[in-house]
């Protein structure tokens, strides 16, 4: 999900799918990689939510 607050501030709010099997170290790297990509992308506050592959997540948001 992305929004806007106000027309330039822009928030974005994703679950990202990863193996069962990822290290804590990996889930770090995933989350500062996807932060610096959406970053680049105009976005001021991404919230992620890394889900691990398998898991249910009908409650997660």
Known sequence: HV???DG???ILSI???VNAD???ADQIEIR???NRIIRSYG???P???LEFDGEDC???C
């Open 3 to 5: 929004w806007s607050l």
């Open 8 to 10: 330039t501030y822009n």
């Open 15 to 17: 679950h990202l799918v």
């Open 22 to 24: 990822v290290t804590v």
């Open 32 to 34: 500062t990689k996807a």
């Open 43 to 45: 976005v001021d506050h």
């Open 47 to 49: 919230t992620i939510a």
């Open 58 to 60: 009908s409650l997660c």
